[in-house]
């Protein structure tokens, strides 16, 4: 793991939990870090590394004159790592900023009370996306799956994904299959996002589930999924309105747009 993949996987894990707020300064410099991003389009593609140039950040990381000094701030020390990180890790803290930008919409519930992770209970009063698609052996895309759809909806989201599975405990997997299967069969919209590296049987078996059972469902595979003709074609026969996508973020938008009217924020400046 590299040293910006393991730094934005802790702070975006303790955004999506509330256990971290960027501080005034650092969040108001943190939006326009965000829009200077944006309007490179950057924030759009997984691949394009430099949108967050290092000039950017530097300019992000002054010495704040009424706060804590900038040395202090959590997202200081990700984004110092940015220039070096892979592209993957690199589109992670790129949505962590978008979502922290975003997190400014008058009366909407804040994030850590739309965000709900395996396997804790939920009540969900707005209209729910599970996120579906593959956990073993794969790098945890299901982090920039939330921050997205939290930032572009406000769906209430559910990651099947845990910060940390006790394998140790024989227990932990029957609950694991129950919490995801209740989940499931709950959700308002499932996106599947399938990405490179493993198979992933246990989603290719509920992609099909919930494809025969008519399900709203977004699906998108990295180009290099090793199986991703196999999704296209069964897909082109069961259900052939529906789109494989070959990006996270495209994948994100379709299943935002499954969403009711009402789960669609109305934008405001940032």
């Known amino acids: 793991m590299t040293d910006l993949q393991h730094l934005a996987d802790a702070l975006a894990t303790d955004y999506l939990h509330g256990r971290w707020q960027p501080e005034p300064t650092e969040e108001h410099r943190t939006r326009i870090l965000s829009a ?3 309007a490179d389009g950057g924030l759009d593609r997984l691949g394009d590394g430099g949108v967050i140039t290092a000039a950017a950040i530097t300019q992000m990381l002054r010495p704040a004159l ?3 000094d900038a040395e202090q701030w959590r997202i200081a020390e990700v984004l110092r790592a940015y220039p070096d990180g892979d592209p993957l890790a690199q589109a992670l803290t790129r949505d ?3 979502a922290i930008a975003a997190d400014h ?3 909407l519930t804040p994030y850590a009370d739309r965000y709900t992770e395996a396997p804790a209970p939920y009540t969900a009063t707005a209209p729910t996306v599970f996120i579906a698609g593959g956990i073993t052996g794969v790098r945890n895309w299901q982090l920039s799956a939330a921050l997205q759809l939290l930032a572009t909806s406000t769906a209430h989201i559910l990651n099947p994904r845990r910060s940390s599975f006790p394998g140790h405990e024989p227990a ?3 609950e694991q299959i129950a919490w995801e299967h209740a989940a499931l069969a709950a959700s308002d919209v499932i996106l599947f996002w399938f990405p490179a590296g493993a198979v992933q049987p246990i ?3 509920e992609l099909g589930a919930h494809t025969a059972q008519g399900a709203a469902i977004a699906v998108g595979t990295d180009p290099a999924y090793e199986r991703r003709l196999d999704v296209v074609e069964q897909l082109r026969h069961a259900r052939p309105e529906l789109e494989v996508h070959d990006c996270l ?3 994100v938008r379709a299943a935002t747009a499954l969403l009711p009217a ?3 924020p109305t934008p405001t400046g940032r």
């Open 172 to 174: 932990a997997a029957r």
């Open 262 to 264: 009402t789960a669609h």
């Open 36 to 38: 200077g991003a944006s």
């Open 66 to 68: 009424t706060e804590r």
């Open 203 to 205: 989603a290719l078996y």
């Open 249 to 251: 973020p495209a994948t």
């Open 105 to 107: 919409h008058p009366g």
């Open 96 to 98: 962590l900023v978008h």
